[in-house]
């Protein structure tokens, strides 16, 4: 992927977290949360481990950019939450296939 293209991707990282933030805080919280301070507000840990493997955490900007970068046309949390919601459908069912 070129640098232009990247440029534009990383944009929309901030704006995508902010928007998660608010719709988890109340109103008078969602007031604070902007561009500036949406890094003081994520959480420190980026990865966790579970089931023996490192992930990423979940809204971290490697996480956003990792999907950003398969998808690049997603530009609301809805469309971002409606692809993560197929992605993990996919895992299941791949995972469920395993086991038998």
Sequence with gaps: ???????KLR??????????LKSL???EEADNVNLKTIDSLLPKQT????????YLSYMT?????????KYPDIET??????????????QRNNSS????
Excluded: P
């Design 1 to 7: 992927m070129n640098a232009k293209k990247l440029k």
């Design 11 to 20: 944009r929309k990282v901030k704006l995508l977290q902010v928007a998660w």
């Design 25 to 27: 805080l109340n109103k």
């Design 47 to 54: 990865h966790y481990y579970g089931m023996g493997r490192l």
């Design 61 to 69: 900007d490697k996480w956003i950019m990792k999907i950003l970068k």
């Design 77 to 90: 949390l809805g469309e971002l939450n409606d692809i993560n919601n197929k992605r993990q459908q996919l």
């Design 97 to 100: 296939c395993m086991n038998i």
